[in-house]
T-cell receptor, first 116, second 116 residues
Framework: EAGVAQSPRYKIIEKRQSVAFWCNPI?????LYWYQQILGQGPKLLIQ????????DSQLPKDRFSAERLKGVDSTLKIQPAKLEDSAVYLC??????????????FGEGSWLTVV | AQKVTQAQTEISVVEKEDVTLDCVYE???????LFWYKQPPSGELVFLIR??????QNEISGRYSWNFQKSTSSFNFTITASQVVDSAVYFC?????????????FGKGTRLHILP
């Protein structure tokens, strides 16, 4: 079974530029997550989708971050304009069924962003 | 409040030694789920184990074992006869069943160095 796919793997941009990350979850997984992991810290949830609806975006800096999952499968996370403090690994994850609890969340390899 | 504490920031042991990674959690819920993930240098978070709050049985999987104690709100992870390939950052995580959808909170991680 294919895992969670993410691209690009690495990106370096200047501050105030924009960047977009793409994620393809495990086939059949209804829930998709974007996490931000700053060096030396644990992952922090930015946004959670169930199918193509947002169920939690309370920690997403909406003035500069946006995410969508239009057809309930792939998702894109955009940052515009980027700040130095956005340098982090952006992890996409997915889990299977929204009708049960404690589902295991599976992660992609992450997109490593450096803002200079 | 929901919280996961991994007090050990970094641990170094010599290969073949046993090592225990501590995890203490806080939750007001009676139903919750605990997880351990491994993050090797490649960046991907690899799922290791999920345990629900009603199952306090300790679990062993090869050289890995987990000790879940509700009385002390701990879910510790032991690697027996450690190997260099075990070097990684290990995250403990918590998900509460009261949320409509799975939401997982991570600790800050413990960086484990296995020295040859």
């Amino acid at each position: 079974e294919a895992g969670v796919a993410q691209s690009p793997r690495y990106k370096i941009i200047e501050k105030r530029q924009s960047v977009a990350f793409w994620c393809n979850p495990i086939s059949g997984h209804a829930t998709l997550y974007w996490y931000q992991q700053i060096l030396g810290q644990g992952p922090k949830l930015l946004i959670q989708f169930q199918n193509n609806g947002v169920v939690d975006d309370s920690q997403l800096p909406k003035d500069r971050f946006s995410a969508e999952r239009l057809k309930g499968v792939d998702s894109t996370l955009k940052i515009q304009p980027a700040k130095l403090e956005d340098s982090a690994v952006y992890l996409c994850a997915s889990s299977l069924r929204p009708d049960s609890r404690g589902n295991t969340i599976y992660f992609g390899e992450g997109s490593w962003l450096t803002v200079v | 409040a929901q919280k996961v504490t991994q007090a050990q920031t970094e641990i170094s042991v010599v290969e073949k030694e046993d090592v225990t990674l501590d995890c203490v959690y806080e939750t007001r819920d009676t139903t919750y789920y605990l997880f351990w993930y491994k993050q090797p240098p490649s960046g991907e978070l690899v799922f290791l184990i999920r345990r629900n709050s009603f199952d306090e049985q300790n679990e062993i999987s090869g050289r890995y074992s987990w000790n879940f104690q509700k009385s002390t709100s701990s879910f510790n992870f032991t690697i027996t006869a450690s190997q260099v390939v075990d070097s990684a950052v290990y995250f403990c995580a918590l998900s509460e069943a009261r949320y409509r959808d799975d939401k997982i909170i991570f600790g800050k991680g413990t960086r484990l160095h296995i020295l040859p």
